[in-house]
Structure formats: structure tokens, C-alpha cells
């Protein structure tokens, strides 16, 4: 797909927005990936990071990199001898929502890759659409959690509506409606509310099947844990605000996946961190070996026990 793209040099087309947190080796990845997209834009973009008060060195790479702007957002912890408030994801990505610049912003996360060419066919297939006069709010990539999943995806949420897990959204249609809901929900669910805002604003969702993204879904198992630890509130917030979304008498209300099979022959994983690419290998053996073997999985307990490792 070959588009052309005019801005004014000082306006960036797209703002990239992530936010991170103690995921120094995938942000650099992930800034790799997205470095490579604006540059395809002729440089037509800029990047935003928030981070949540890394402690792993992520701050002091970030403020040296001239080409991000970044946020220090501090999200855990104690100063001054009281805790730090903790903030919601909305809060923090808000942060960058707000300070982006383009007429697109790209949200992905810190443990993501965008194939090859993504960021471009996202916004010519944005820019087609607008240019029809149809009002698009949002238009969502596919992904797939690597390495479990095959297929690519993107997610439907209540009454069967399109969501962006990551993707693009048009930076007026996100200031009409009042960018994410920062009081409501910790971590989870926000985005399918953002999206619901838009469609229940007449700005519909739409996917891009010329664009994906790679997620690695065993970064940073600690602080994913911490995460989920408000999930079910979130969802008990969420339904009870689009309860009118659901049919009782349907399960499908509840929303789904649409699924495709594609060839990535980049291989765009292969830029995953080098270190947790061998541990993935490593773990993937194990499962594999423990599922093999019957009893196994109970004698490494037994073993650490007797402060043995197997």
C-alpha cells in the first residue's frame, strides 16, 4: 500500500503514546519499532512516554533519548514520609493523550512491536475513511500475544462493538469526548469504555487489516499481577455502565475477538529483547517437558523444598 502523507513540518501527523513501567529492555525494543514507523513517515511523528517511576534505570535512558518526549509520572512508593497516591492507567496515559500533538495518536504498549509498514497503513486507511466523510473515532491494529497465540486479533466489546487494544484514535474525536475515565477503573477496561464513549458520540471503530503488532504477554510478570488485582472491580464498573449494550439472551453481547491468520515474514518478534527470547525458549521447554512427564511439575516442588532446584 503506497500513500502519501503532506503535514506542515513543525505538526507531526502521528504521537505514539505509552506508557512504561521497570521494562527498560522491551521499552528500547518497542522505541526501536516505533523509530522505524515514523521514520517511514519521513519523520512525521513524535513520541511520548509516560512512565510510572521505573526504578530500573528506564528514567535516566529515557531523558537521555532527544527524540521522546517523556513524562515521569512517580506511581508507587513513599515521599516525604507519606505513600504516593496511586493513579489510575487513564490518569497516566491521559498524560500523554493531552500532550500529544499529531492529528492521529498511536497507542501501543511497552512490550509491543509494530510490524513493518503498520503505522502508515493505519493512517492511510484512517485518512480514506475520513476522506468519504464517514466519522472514525478509532481504527484498531491486530495483535497477538507472542509466542501462544497464531492468529492475530482484534477485540469487540459490549453489544459487539470494536475496541482498541492498540491502534489509532483521531486526537479531536478524544478531546470531544473527555479523553479516558481516570476515576473509575484502576487499570482494566478503560479502553473499552474510551471506545464506547466515541461510538455512543456517533465516532465508530473500525480495524486495519494492513496493520499488527506483536505483544510479548510474559513481560514483567510482577507488575501484570498488581494489575489484575482490580479486575473484577473494573468489570462491575464497566457492565454497570453499558448494561444497555447487553442482551441477557445473548452471550455474544458480552463481545469477542475477530481473528485472522497473516504471514509475517519480517519475523518482528525476533526484535523482542535477546535475553527474553532465550528465556521464553527456556520456559516454553519446561511447560513442554512438565506436561510430558507425568509428576513432574510435583517433584521441582518437593525438590525446592529441600532447597533443591530442578
Known amino acids: 500500500m503506497t500513500n502519501s502523507i503532506s503535514v506542515t513540518p513543525a505538526t507531526p501527523v502521528v504521537s505514539v503514546v505509552l506508557g512504561s513501567y521497570n521494562r527498560l529492555a522491551f521499552l528500547k525494543s518497542t522505541v526501536e519499532s516505533i523509530r522505524r514507523e515514523i521514520d517511514a513517515l519521513q519523520g512525521a511523528g513524535e513520541i511520548i512516554v509516560v512512565d510510572g517511576g521505573s526504578t530500573d534505570g528506564s528514567i535516566a535512558w529515557l531523558t537521555a533519548q532527544k527524540d521522546i518526549v517523556s513524562i515521569i509520572q512517580h506511581n508507587r512508593g513513599e515521599w516525604r514520609g507519606r505513600q504516593i497516591r496511586r493513579r489510575s492507567w487513564g490518569y497516566f496515559m491521559n498524560l500523554g493523550f493531552k500532550a500529544a500533538q499529531g492529528k492521529y495518536i498511536c497507542m501501543v504498549s511497552d512490550d509491543c512491536l509494530l510490524h513493518r509498514n503498520s503505522l502508515r497503513n493505519g493512517i492511510a486507511h484512517f485518512e480514506s475513511h475520513l476522506a468519504k466523510g464517514e466519522k472514525i473515532g478509532a481504527v484498531a491494529f491486530y495483535w497477538r500475544n507472542w509466542p501462544e497465540q497464531a492468529q492475530y486479533r482484534v477485540g469487540l466489546t459490549l453489544g459487539r462493538r470494536m475496541f482498541v487494544n492498540h491502534g489509532l484514535y483521531l486526537n479531536d474525536a478524544l478531546t470531544e469526548i473527555g479523553y ?23 465516532w465508530a471503530c473500525i480495524d486495519c487489516t494492513d496493520a499488527y503488532v506483536e505483544h510479548f504477554s510474559d513481560a514483567n510478570t510482577e507488575v501484570r499481577a498488581s494489575n489484575l488485582v482490580g479486575q473484577n472491580r473494573d468489570w462491575n464498573v464497566f457492565l454497570s455502565r453499558w448494561t444497555a449494550l447487553v442482551d441477557p439472551t445473548n452471550p455474544h453481547s458480552l463481545g469477542g475477538w475477530i481473528e485472522r491468520d497473516h504471514e509475517d515474514t519480517d519475523q518482528t518478534w525476533r526484535q523482542f529483547p535477546a535475553d527474553e527470547l532465550r528465556r521464553m525458549k527456556w520456559t516454553n521447554w519446561r511447560r513442554a517437558v512438565e506436561r510430558r512427564v507425568p509428576g513432574l511439575s510435583r517433584l521441582k516442588s518437593l525438590a525446592s523444598r529441600r532447597g533443591r532446584i530442578l
Open 180 to 202: 479516558i475515565d481516570e476515576e473509575h477503573y484502576s487499570f482494566y477496561h478503560a479502553d473499552g469504555d474510551l471506545c464506547l464513549k466515541l461510538w455512543d458520540r456517533g
